[in-house]
């Protein structure tokens, strides 16, 4: 499967319960070639809903340094002389580098998508491999993503934006690793100007990399959202 990928994937795909994984020499991935990918498997994902065999698919990667920005994104918001790339998920700006582990899961919701369920499922699942290496994540209301406690205040290790097109997923979360946080210096991440950002490397202080944490992080996914086979049958 994906035979003709460049050697930068890292590729998992879920076949109702089969798992085929595969796993390619990691390099980092430019966004654009990421978004791609993403469009190809959400036509294929969206093309097999009236299937018994649906399919879903998750990509995990580290990114080439870039700016993101969601819908939501206001010009004043931009940082200043660099490279943004406007995209049609949730949320507002963020940036994506190396160090911090990106996973984009393609799939179905049904036939009546439940958008906030799946995000705080993906969220279950993120907190759920944090606590594999001792971390303590936790949800903050009103606000999406994972977020661990430093002192008096609340930083954020991971992120979360999404789109539903056509009832499949695209886009996905942003766990922060071993990045260099310094990026976010430039903007205002998420758009949440009253709290910080950390990674996994920081809180433990010892280095932790995306290649370290990424079965955790896709057993816990897988097993958060195996709630949508149930939902699946309602296509």
Known sequence: MHSNLPGYWLVYSIRVLAIECIRLAPEYLPFEEGWRMQQELHKK????QTNKNRQASMIFCEHEPVYTAGARTRSWEMPQNEKVI?????????WHGPGQLVGYPILSL???PDVLRYVRQIEEGLINALQSVGINGFRIAGRSG???RNGV??????AIGVRVQKNVTLHGFALNCSNDLAPFEKIVPCGISDAGVTTISRILK?????????????NSICSALEYINTCRGNV
């Open 86 to 94: 406007r995209v049609g998920r949730g949320g507002k700006i963020t």
């Open 45 to 48: 994902i969206t093309e097999s």
């Open 206 to 218: 010892r280095t932790i990399t995306p290649k370290e944490i990424l079965d955790s992080v896709f």
């Open 146 to 148: 994972v977020w661990v």
């Open 153 to 158: 205040s609340d930083e954020k290790v991971a």
């Open 110 to 112: 049904g036939a009546t």
